[in-house]
């Protein structure tokens, strides 16, 4: 799932260190996937498209 794709409008993401964050709250990620299927609110979720930026891509 590395493809980049045009920002998600319809996906606000606060996961600054995601590789598909971009702006103030985009999502690039051609789609994603939120996960715990035991959760009971939405505190119990997480999302399991995150993958960490690397070092290039935040300027270190």
Not at 2 to 31: L, P, Q
Not at 46 to 56: E, H, Q
Request: glycine share 4%; aromatic share 4%; hydrophobic share 25%.
């Amino acid at each position: 799932m590395s493809k980049k794709c045009k920002e998600n409008s319809n996906i606000s993401c606060d996961a600054v260190n995601c590789m598909y964050h971009v702006t103030d709250h985009g999502c690039t990620a051609e789609s994603i996937k939120v996960s715990n299927c035991n959760a009971c609110s939405c505190t119990d979720t997480c999302c399991a498209t995150f993958k960490m930026k690397d070092a290039s891509s935040k300027g270190i």
